[in-house]
């Protein structure tokens, strides 16, 4: 690269692979850490959408979560069409 000549921008994507930490899927895909413990709690069925993780391969119900990246994406195109807000 010479003195006068513009600094060339390269674009790098990752694949993050299949299991994602809930601190990478909030980042790839912006959905909000209590949204997640929601669909948790009421939508997601542990060992598809997510599992919880641990060192010596015994997790408890509190160890941290991983997520299928492809099932996450398949929770929100099953998604349905936003309902109209009520207005007083």
Not at 4 to 9: R, T
Not at 11 to 21: E, M, Q, R, S
Not at 37 to 65: L, M
């Amino acid at each position: 690269m010479g003195k006068d000549s513009e600094p060339q921008i390269i674009n790098l994507i990752a694949y993050p692979g299949k299991w994602v930490a809930e601190e990478q899927l909030i980042a790839l895909k912006g959905i909000k850490k209590g949204t997640l413990k929601k669909a948790r709690e009421n939508t997601f069925i542990e060992g598809r959408e997510y599992k919880h993780v641990a060192f010596d391969g015994k997790p408890w119900d509190n160890s941290p979560c991983f997520y299928n990246i492809d099932e996450i994406d398949r929770w929100i195109e099953r998604q349905s069409i936003a309902r109209p807000r009520r207005y007083r």
